[in-house]
């Protein structure tokens, strides 16, 4: 099961990707893998895998990039 670690993650996601019958952000991805898959003419469904997986691996990505200290401010606007 995909969670989001970081608060303001949880809340984008809640008010600007999710369906309202969606209980899960794996319910999204579900449904944003489908939709990219039927851009396929042949075998919708392993496409629909391999578009799940991408997905997932970048919403883990984005999650843990989300929970990191944010970067230092750029000395050169000073």
């Known amino acids: 099961m995909t969670t989001l670690a970081n608060p303001l993650a949880e809340h984008v996601w809640r008010t600007r990707y999710r369906f309202e019958e969606e209980a899960s952000v794996d319910a999204t991805l579900d449904r944003v893998a489908h939709a990219l898959s039927g851009a396929e003419e042949h075998d919708r469904g392993r496409w629909a895998r391999r578009f799940r997986d991408a997905l997932e691996g970048s919403a883990s ?5 989300s929970s990191r200290a944010p970067a230092p401010a750029d000395a050169s606007r000073s």
């Open 61 to 65: 990505c984005r999650a843990a990039a």
